[in-house]
Nanobody, 125 residues
Framework: QVQLVESGGGLVQPGGSLRLSCAASGFTLSNFSNYAMHWHRQAPGKERELVAG????????AYADSVKGRFTISRDNAKKMVYLQMNSLKPEDTAVYYC???????????????WGQGTQVTVSS
């Protein structure tokens, strides 16, 4: 089965840094490399928002304006890992962060959308 597991969240002071990790299982190396990977976040009372994305087809990345210049998404296809380096953290970055994979599933013959359970990031003095 496909599974995404996030880790690396925690409590950090404003201006600090955290590195989130997403471990993927249930993918072959060939199909994982073709999946678009994203990080989303959701704060209490707010809807889930996309903060960073990695498009496998082009290798390009994109970021929400609120995190641009502070966050960096990366991936290691050999290890089936996705990372989110978060620097200069602000209290408004406090949220549950989710790993997301989107791509073609040959067994299901359809585009699929997988999610992890999330990891809590709290930015506070």
């Amino acid at each position: 089965q496909v599974q995404l597991v996030e880790s690396g969240g925690g409590l950090v002071q404003p201006g600090g840094s955290l590195r989130l990790s997403c471990a993927a299982s249930g993918f072959t190396l060939s199909n994982f490399s073709n999946y678009a990977m994203h990080w989303h976040r959701q704060a209490p009372g707010k809807e889930r928002e996309l903060v960073a994305g990695f498009i496998s087809g082009s290798g390009s990345t994109a970021y929400a304006d609120s995190v641009k210049g502070r966050f960096t998404i990366s991936r290691d296809n050999a290890k089936k890992m996705v990372y989110l380096q978060m620097n200069s953290l602000k209290p408004e970055d406090t949220a549950v962060y989710y790993c997301n994979a989107v791509g073609w599933n040959s067994d299901l013959a359809s585009i699929v959308d997988y999610w992890g359970q999330g990891t809590q990031v709290t930015v506070s003095s």
